[in-house]
């Protein structure tokens, strides 16, 4: 997906996704300089305001912060709801899976500018869990897991410059970073508030048990 057809989906949903890295906290942010659906202000359709379309909304907006497909993202739901009568709160299941997952891990830890880098590095085998090379980007961390960097690629390009880049960083309170090692571990648990967009997770689930 192009730039700019990345950009023109915060602007779609109406909310930064900060699904371009650094570009998002810039002035060059489209949602700052056109803070509007794409496409001509005045051909614009108004909304519905259809309980369909805001429970659609708000799960495109959690689908799409998190860089999944449909279908990934549909999955992630469909298991949950199967066996909802066990989990005490299946929002917070939701986001706990979604932030364990390896590729945003290596986003929240700073070893990428935007989850789909982080995606590309899982997949290109950047990384190892426990000291095993893993390169699957949906993979699910626990507690005590160990995310580093194969030696054999920190002398790459996007990666060579982490320790300037993450001087000042800190990462959310249930991660640990090792700056200087460039290492992570997965110490406690995500809550809702660690999810960066302000959604109403319930409509999710509302929507795929239609």
């Known amino acids: 997906m192009s730039s700019n057809n990345v950009c023109?989906?915060?602007?779609?949903?109406?909310?930064?996704?900060?699904?371009?890295?650094?570009?998002?906290?810039?002035?060059?942010?489209p949602m700052i300089k056109?803070?509007?659906?794409?496409?001509?202000?005045?051909?614009?359709r108004k909304s519905s305001g259809s309980e369909y379309g805001w429970e659609l909304?708000?799960?495109?907006r959690l689908r799409h912060y998190y860089n999944l497909s449909e279908t990934q993202f549909r999955n992630y739901v469909k298991n949950i709801l199967k066996g909802r009568e066990k989990v005490e709160d299946a929002g917070l299941l939701l986001i706990r899976k979604?932030?364990?997952?390896?590729?945003?891990?290596?986003y929240k830890l700073g070893f990428a500018?935007?989850?789909?880098?982080?995606?590309?590095?899982?997949?290109?085998g950047y990384f190892l869990?426990?000291?095993?090379?893993?390169?699957?980007?949906?993979?699910?961390?626990k507690k005590g897991d160990k995310i580093s960097i194969r030696e054999t690629k920190k002398k790459k390009t996007l990666i060579k410059n982490l320790s300037v880049t993450l001087k000042n960083y800190q990462p959310?309170?249930?991660?640990?970073?090792d700056k200087n090692k460039l290492e992570g571990e997965l110490i406690g648990e995500?809550?809702?508030?660690?999810v960066g967009v302000p959604v109403d997770i319930s409509a999710i689930f509302e929507f795929y048990s239609r």
């Open 8 to 29: 023109k989906i915060c602007r779609r949903l109406g909310q930064k996704l900060f699904l371009k890295g650094e570009k998002c906290f810039s002035p060059k942010c």
């Open 190 to 194: 995500p809550t809702k508030q660690d």
């Open 172 to 177: 959310p309170t249930w991660l640990k970073l």
């Open 113 to 124: 500018k935007s989850r789909k880098e982080a995606r590309q590095l899982v997949s290109h």
């Open 34 to 44: 056109k803070a509007y659906p794409p496409g001509a202000r005045k051909k614009r």
């Open 129 to 141: 869990v426990n000291s095993k090379p893993v390169n699957i980007p949906s993979f699910e961390l």
């Open 98 to 106: 979604l932030e364990k997952r390896l590729d945003n891990v290596v």
């Open 57 to 60: 909304a708000e799960k495109q």
